[in-house]
């Protein structure tokens, strides 16, 4: 079951609406596989609650490696096509055979011996971060048209906005992996054109997986926070830093008394706080004849 699950969520680009998948394989089965942090991960990168597919198998990047590794031993070229360029005219010294004794062994390791090499591809791609050039984040703050990025089109990381990843976006940033500047990266790290339709989705599914893994149960407080870049876009929300503001969030708010520069709780255990500004002794003498202004306690 966990198997067939796992190329579900394959099938479906690597991830897949956690309802989705509820409902249509059965929630007491599914519940019972998904909780396999080593395949699978539960993120709700912007309110989107969905499964994604990862590993903990890699390529293995040593040459000439006799097996110690535990990686794969696999060209990567033929992961990401199923062909090599470079077998012919120079040669390519890794290995083509995804059947090779060794890597089978491997695969079985992991339970992964029935994926096809697509569905491998697709699940390395978004496991192992190695594969693929990273999204610059200098790029996507700050004005104009590199944002805070100082190598501007030089920069060997992806100028690609992150919000377009899960949300609609309408910003002057680059919303095409086809772009000048992320199509001369990808295709120096050997990313096929093949490939480029599928990569918002694989970066999206990236992003998930580091969300998932930063707090271990895929809602963690970074979520919560990019939620609102809709609103504030820049990462920051009063919503989100500051949530007893808002008394939708679950956060009780009591009403307290202030009195000639202090403020005194009402609630249970409550405190007092630090004295308050008494300011120039001209003004503090009209400060006593005012009525007592309230003020808030937040209990967090």
Same mark, same amino acid.
């Given at each position: 079951?966990?198997?067939?699950?796992?190329?579900?969520? &394959?099938?479906?680009?690597?991830?897949?609406?956690?309802?989705?998948?509820?409902?249509?394989?059965?929630?007491?089965?599914?519940?019972?596989?998904?909780?396999?942090?080593?395949?699978?991960?539960?993120?709700?990168?912007?309110?989107?609650?969905?499964?994604?597919?990862?590993?903990?198998?890699?390529?293995?990047?040593?040459?000439?490696?006799?097996?110690?590794?535990?990686?794969?031993?696999?060209?990567?070229?033929?992961?990401?096509?199923?062909?090599?360029?470079?077998?012919?005219?120079?040669?390519?010294?890794?290995?083509?055979?995804?059947?090779?004794?060794?890597?089978?062994?491997?695969?079985?390791?992991?339970?992964?011996?029935?994926?096809?090499?697509?569905?491998?591809?697709?699940?390395?791609?978004?496991?192992?971060?190695? &594969?693929?050039?990273?999204?610059?984040?200098?790029?996507?703050?700050?004005?104009?048209?590199?944002?805070?990025?100082?190598?501007?089109?030089?920069?060997?990381?992806?100028?690609?906005?992150?919000?377009?990843?899960?949300?609609?976006?309408?910003?002057?940033?680059?919303?095409?992996?086809?772009?000048?500047?992320?199509?001369?990266?990808?295709?120096?790290?050997?990313?096929?054109?093949?490939?480029?339709?599928?990569?918002?989705?694989?970066?999206?599914?990236?992003?998930?997986?580091?969300?998932?893994? +930063?707090?271990?149960?895929?809602?963690?407080?970074?979520?919560?926070?990019?939620?609102?870049?809709?609103?504030?876009?820049?990462?920051?929300?009063?919503?989100?830093?500051?949530?007893?503001?808002?008394?939708?969030?679950?956060?009780?708010?009591?009403?307290?008394?202030?009195?000639?520069?202090?403020?005194?709780?009402?609630?249970?255990?409550?405190?007092?706080?630090?004295? +308050?500004?008494? +300011?120039?002794?001209?003004?503090?003498?009209?400060?006593?004849?005012?009525?007592?202004?309230?003020?808030?306690?937040?209990?967090?």
């Amino acid at each position: 079951m966990e198997t067939e699950i796992l190329k579900i969520i &394959l099938a479906s680009q690597g991830s897949v609406n956690t309802d989705y998948l509820m409902s249509n394989i059965g929630y007491g089965s599914t519940n019972q596989f998904i909780t396999n942090r080593e395949k699978f991960a539960l993120s709700s990168p912007f309110g989107q609650p969905k499964v994604v597919a990862r590993t903990n198998l890699r390529l293995c990047r040593v040459k000439g490696c006799l097996g110690s590794c535990q990686g794969l031993h696999l060209c990567k070229n033929f992961l990401f096509s199923g062909s090599c360029q470079f077998t012919q005219s120079r040669g390519c010294s890794s290995s083509h055979e995804l059947d090779s004794d060794y890597n089978q062994m491997i695969l079985k390791e992991h339970e992964l011996e029935s994926l096809s090499r697509t569905e491998l591809c697709t699940l390395l791609l978004q496991s192992d971060n190695l &594969l693929l050039p990273s999204i610059c984040h200098d790029y996507n703050n700050g004005p104009g048209e590199y944002g805070k990025c100082q190598t501007g089109f030089s920069c060997e990381r992806l100028h690609i906005c992150e919000r377009y990843l899960n949300l609609d976006c309408n910003c002057h940033k680059s919303h095409d992996f086809s772009d000048p500047q992320p199509f001369k990266i990808l295709q120096s790290k050997g990313v096929p054109d093949s490939l480029i339709p599928s990569l918002k989705s694989v970066y999206a599914n990236k992003e998930a997986i580091r969300y998932a893994d +930063g707090k271990g149960d895929g809602s963690n407080k970074s979520n919560r926070q990019r939620q609102q870049l809709n609103s504030t876009g820049r990462g920051f929300s009063v919503a989100t830093n500051y949530p007893a503001v808002f008394p939708g969030y679950g956060h009780h708010v009591q009403h307290n008394d202030w009195h000639r520069g202090r403020w005194i709780a009402r609630g249970r255990g409550g405190f007092r706080g630090n004295r +308050g500004i008494r +300011g120039h002794w001209s003004v503090s003498r009209n400060q006593d004849n005012r009525p007592p202004q309230p003020m808030y306690f937040y209990q967090w």
